[in-house]
């Protein structure tokens, strides 16, 4: 738990992007939305690898991923799992987990990957996934307890949907949906070394962006994984 003082100090967090488009204004109204004492900086893919370099690690407190980076090289890998394995938090949104195609290490990190292609993985073979656009669909939260979800109700969301992508098996599932053309686990929380992770599937744009409960659950994720530290 986190002392009095400590609760109401800001949370830097550091949103990596790059790898793909999104609506800059409208995600930037969120993070600013999110509440007074979270504060935020964007950093872009490929330069964006620096922050992950310990002389930097001091700079922000909670990384946020929104990337769907591919290139990286073997030194990047082991400064970009170290940040996190030695207690960096993150909340990793979207199509950052479709990222990486080539680097199964990061897969372990967030739990989850989208795969492009036929992939074997852990001795089993995934097949390509898929996605669909503008979708209504529900939202169910499976612990209204849990720290992230709290507060929380089912709720309907219009977002894009992935099926077929790899969850770890032993995360905490958040948030599931029996909207047939998703994989059911939507939102899950595991660790990674010393650090708290959180994965949210929903992301894509506008819509989710302005969802007051999207807003409720990334707020509540970069809390908890904050808190954790
Ligand atoms: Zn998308």
Redesign the pocket.
């Known amino acids: 738990m986190l002392s009095a003082s400590e609760a109401s100090k800001p949370i830097r967090i550091l949103v990596i992007t790059g790898g793909?488009d999104y609506n800059k204004d409208e995600f930037n109204n969120m993070l600013s939305s999110l509440a007074p004492e979270i504060t935020y900086q964007i950093a872009e893919l490929p330069s964006a690898f620096k922050m992950f370099r310990p002389d930097n690690r001091n700079k922000y407190d909670v990384l946020v991923f929104y990337h769907m980076w591919q290139t990286i090289s073997e030194e990047q890998t082991k400064v970009f799992a170290d940040c996190i394995s030695q207690g960096k938090p993150l909340v990793v949104l979207?199509?950052s987990i479709?990222a990486y195609d080539n680097w199964p290490e990061y897969w372990n990190i967030i739990g989850g990957k989208y795969f492009h292609k036929e992939t074997t993985f852990k001795g089993k073979v995934y097949q390509p996934c898929s996605?669909i656009?503008d979708l209504h669909f529900n939202v169910k939260i499976t612990n209204p307890k849990n720290p992230v979800t709290k507060g929380l109700q089912d709720f309907e969301i219009f977002?894009?949907t992935y099926k077929g992508y790899y969850v770890e098996d032993g995360v905490t599932p958040l948030l599931t949906t029996n909207e047939p053309s998703s994989t059911p686990i939507i939102g899950w929380t595991k660790t990674y070394g010393k650090a708290r992770v959180v994965v949210l599937q929903s992301?894509?744009?506008v819509p989710t962006f302005e969802n007051p409960s999207f807003r409720k659950l990334l707020k509540q994720a970069i809390e908890y994984v904050y808190s954790g530290k």
């Open positions: 793909h979207h199509h479709c996605y656009h977002d894009e992301g894509h744009d």
